[in-house]
T-cell receptor, first 114, second 116 residues
């Protein structure tokens, strides 16, 4: 079955330190992959997407993600965390055959400590 | 572009009442999606439309839920009768078709529904 696994439900880092949010997907082919961010009481906002071009994808607000087919992973990173990065982050993938609907992970809550 | 617009932003109602949530997708988008988000179940896809036609409603929890898209710029999600377990945040999202430039979904701000 198509699935997305976010390996950490909660990540806590100090301001100014690196951020790593982990995502693995199940697939027998390379889907399109996405990272979304949700700030409190807001909708989901697209951070970045992978669509079989460059394996290192740069997004907004200094975030980037690397597609690793051999590991079926699409981890999100940022070199230096900012207080405004505190939010819920969702990894998602397209379904089989390029289906328009997305399969979402359960989310990772990122807390930034001053 | 104003993005995806949802109304109301907050709705409080009593059990047994009818609730109608509204969504205006981004102009020109081909697909419209309705999601429900709760702490227990996370983000769930309820139904989605392509060019105003329902494609997959397998996520609709039961017959009390119905969705329509009478035209390209408007969709409704109706719950009748509502129950306390329907309390959640309901999101609408829209996207272009993959062949028209992308399949990322753009989300509205959501409607927070509380059923007492």
């Amino acid at each position: 079955a198509q699935s997305v696994t976010q390996l950490d439900s909660h990540v806590s880092v100090s301001e100014g330190t690196p951020v790593l949010l982990r995502c693995n997907y199940s697939s027998s082919y390379s889907p399109s992959l996405f990272w979304y961010v949700q700030h409190p009481n807001k909708g989901l906002q697209l951070l970045l997407k992978y669509t079989s071009a460059a394996t290192l994808v740069k997004g907004i607000n200094g975030f980037e993600a690397e597609f690793k087919k051999s590991e079926t992973s699409f981890h999100l990173t940022k070199p230096s965390a900012h207080m405004s990065d505190a939010a819920e982050y969702f990894c998602a993938r397209t379904g089989f055959g390029g289906a328009q609907k997305l399969v979402f992970g359960q989310g990772t809550r990122l807390t930034i400590n001053p | 572009d104003a993005g995806v617009i949802q109304s109301p932003r907050h709705e409080v109602t009593e059990m047994g009442q009818e609730v109608t949530l509204r969504c205006k997708p981004i102009s020109g988008h081909d697909y419209l999606f309705w999601y429900r988000q709760t702490m227990m179940r996370g983000l769930e896809l309820l139904i989605y439309f392509n060019n105003n036609v329902p494609i997959d409603d397998s996520g609709m929890p039961e017959d009390r839920f119905s969705a329509k898209m009478p035209n390209a710029s408007f969709s409704t999600l109706k719950i009748q009768p509502s129950e306390p377990r329907d309390s959640a945040v309901y999101f609408c999202a829209s996207s272009l078709a993959r062949g028209r430039g992308g399949n990322e979904q753009f989300f509205g701000p959501g409607t927070r529904l509380t059923v007492l």
